[in-house]
């Protein structure tokens, strides 16, 4: 897709009008007091949804939490605290634990947190690139736990039914930037490359275990088990700038639009009936495609050998084990 198309985006053709009532759904945002998670949660809630709100501590949820029940009085929705640092792989289970004590089931899985350029060289407290960290391995183990939950979700609709995703906030992948770019910004673009090359493996891999364990399913059994979904949410006025140089910034500051449009891309990719596996969403909810050095890194270049898609989430389950 061009990048003037996605610059420069038309008018939302999906959102809250477009949805009735989620009061039996259950969501998770990583990332959700502030910004366009933020925002999502609270189109969410005035819909009556569960609504789990992704945060680093109990604090910030509860000023977060607060600010949306006030604004949405009419709501009949919940909210409800995931607390961990995605800077910190070791929170991470704990939390998957506490919620999988509360819920029985998980509709979407946004994976809606991210870092964006950092000061160069920073880690996280496991000793990864903070981009790598947050935007790739933290969301690998997140969905790697919470999977198993979905997945039975999915197994008991007793018809066709695509509802149950997990949706990979990348970014507008047809940037490249030169090594040594702007304050990590390269990192930064790798870091989002792999979010999208994780999305769709994880998707191939649902599919064949799919195939694999219905392989002629009748017509009572849901052949769509867990959609994985990518998307670029848009170019935003969020508080992941502030690691921004200052030229950048301002351009920012005149160009970009405020945070709920990149949530109605998000919703479209989450809820929208016509999203199919491994889908790309571009603003502010369209499909869109990749450029073709990410569409043949999810290829094998030669026989014998695993496509990039395929290694970097080997790599990642790697490191992510220890923290199982």
């Given at each position: 897709m061009?990048?003037?198309?996605?610059?420069?985006?038309?008018a939302?053709?999906?959102?809250?009008?477009?949805?009735?009532?989620?009061s039996?759904?259950?969501?998770?945002?990583?990332?959700?007091?502030?910004?366009?998670?933020l925002?999502?949660?609270?189109?969410?809630?005035?819909?009556?949804?569960?609504?789990?709100?992704?945060?680093?501590?109990?604090?910030?949820?509860?000023?977060?939490?607060?600010?949306?029940?006030?604004?949405c009085?009419?709501?009949?929705?919940?909210?409800k605290?995931?607390?961990?640092?995605?800077?910190?792989?070791?929170?991470?289970?704990?939390?998957?634990?506490?919620?999988?004590?509360?819920?029985?089931?998980?509709?979407?899985?946004?994976?809606?947190?991210?870092?964006?350029?950092?000061?160069?060289?920073?880690?996280?407290?496991?000793?990864?690139?903070?981009?790598?960290?947050?935007?790739?391995?933290?969301?690998?183990?997140?969905?790697?736990?919470?999977?198993?939950?979905?997945?039975?979700?999915?197994?008991?609709?007793?018809?066709?039914?695509?509802?149950?995703?997990?949706?990979?906030?990348?970014?507008?992948?047809?940037?490249?930037?030169?090594?040594?770019?702007?304050?990590?910004?390269?990192?930064?673009?790798?870091?989002?490359?792999g979010?999208?090359l994780?999305?769709?493996?994880f998707?191939?891999?649902?599919?064949?275990?799919?195939?694999?364990?219905?392989?002629?399913p009748?017509?009572?059994?849901?052949?769509?088990?867990?959609?994985h979904?990518?998307?670029?949410?848009?170019?935003?006025?969020?508080n992941l700038?502030?690691?921004?140089?200052?030229?950048?910034?301002?351009?920012?500051?005149?160009?970009?639009?405020?945070?709920?449009?990149?949530?109605?891309t998000?919703l479209?990719?989450?809820?929208?009936?016509?999203?199919?596996?491994?889908?790309?969403?571009?603003?502010?909810?369209?499909?869109?495609?990749?450029?073709?050095?990410?569409?043949?890194?999810?290829?094998?270049?030669?026989?014998?050998?695993?496509s990039?898609?395929?290694?970097?989430?080997?790599?990642?389950?790697?490191?992510?084990?220890?923290?199982?």
């Amino acid at each position: 897709m061009s990048t003037y198309t996605q610059l420069f985006p038309p008018a939302p053709s999906f959102t809250e009008k477009n949805l009735l009532d989620l009061s039996s759904k259950v969501y998770l945002i990583t990332g959700a007091t502030s910004g366009i998670g933020l925002a999502l949660a609270k189109t969410l809630y005035t819909l009556h949804a569960t609504v789990y709100i992704g945060s680093r501590s109990l604090s910030s949820y509860t000023t977060a939490a607060k600010t949306l029940t006030s604004s949405c009085p009419d709501s009949k929705g919940t909210f409800k605290p995931f607390i961990a640092d995605l800077a910190d792989l070791k929170t991470i289970k704990p939390a998957v634990d506490a919620f999988l004590k509360e819920e029985y089931r998980l509709d979407v899985l946004f994976l809606n947190a991210g870092v964006m350029t950092p000061p160069a060289g920073s880690k996280t407290e496991n000793g990864f690139d903070v981009e790598l960290g947050i935007n790739c391995l933290a969301p690998f183990l997140l969905t790697t736990l919470l999977l198993p939950l979905m997945q039975n979700v999915a197994s008991h609709f007793c018809h066709p039914n695509a509802s149950i995703r997990v949706v990979w906030v990348s970014s507008m992948l047809n940037l490249r930037t030169p090594t040594g770019g702007l304050s990590g910004m390269e990192h930064y673009m790798q870091s989002k490359a792999g979010a999208y090359l994780l999305a769709h493996e994880f998707g191939q891999r649902s599919s064949q275990a799919q195939k694999t364990s219905s392989p002629s399913p009748s017509k009572s059994q849901n052949p769509h088990g867990v959609l994985h979904v990518s998307l670029n949410p848009g170019f935003l006025k969020t508080n992941l700038q502030r690691h921004a140089p200052p030229p950048m910034r301002g351009l920012m500051g005149t160009v970009f639009k405020g945070p709920k449009y990149g949530a109605y891309t998000e919703l479209y990719a989450g809820l929208a009936p016509d999203v199919h596996q491994s889908d790309f969403i571009i603003p502010w909810g369209r499909k869109g495609g990749v450029p073709d050095h990410l569409s043949a890194s999810t290829k094998v270049a030669e026989e014998g050998l695993k496509s990039v898609s395929a290694r970097f989430y080997d790599w990642c389950e790697e490191q992510v084990r220890p923290f199982m």
